[in-house]
């Protein structure tokens, strides 16, 4: 199993910056890829951003992209969301999660293993 530790939520204004951190304990060696994820009240689970755990490859959503990047420290198996020019429908409770293949839809949540508990990020207007 692994283990996944998000930390690094809270409330921020509208055009503002959090970093998110997902903190990987276990049988981090299975590790393939590894996801950020969000969901807000009443709405499905949505990709966010992933990372080749490996090689480094990043992928984001269209909604995120050129705002947040997605970086990972193999030194201390961790991954970290950095948000910019946060908005308020990016308010949501942000999960991180790990995947042990090479999948090529990395924005399909089923195909994620593992998940935390989650983290909430608030953007006010």
């Known amino acids: 199993q692994v283990q996944l530790v998000e930390s690094g939520g809270g409330l921020v204004q509208d055009g503002g910056s959090l970093r998110l951190s997902c903190a990987a304990s276990g049988r981090t060696f299975s590790i393939y890829d590894m996801g950020w994820f969000r969901q807000a009240p009443g709405k499905e689970r949505e990709f966010v951003a992933a990372i080749n755990w490996s090689g480094g490859d990043t992928y984001y959503a269209n909604s995120v992209k050129g705002r947040f990047t997605m970086s990972r420290d193999l030194a201390n198996n961790k991954v970290y969301l950095q948000m910019n020019s946060l908005k308020p429908e990016d308010t949501a409770l942000y999960y991180c999660?790990?995947?042990?293949?090479?999948?090529?839809?990395?924005?399909?949540?089923?195909?994620?293993?593992?998940w935390g508990q989650g983290t909430q990020v608030t953007v006010s207007s």
């Open positions: 999660a790990t995947k042990g293949g090479y999948y090529s839809d990395y924005e399909n949540h089923h195909r994620y293993d593992y």
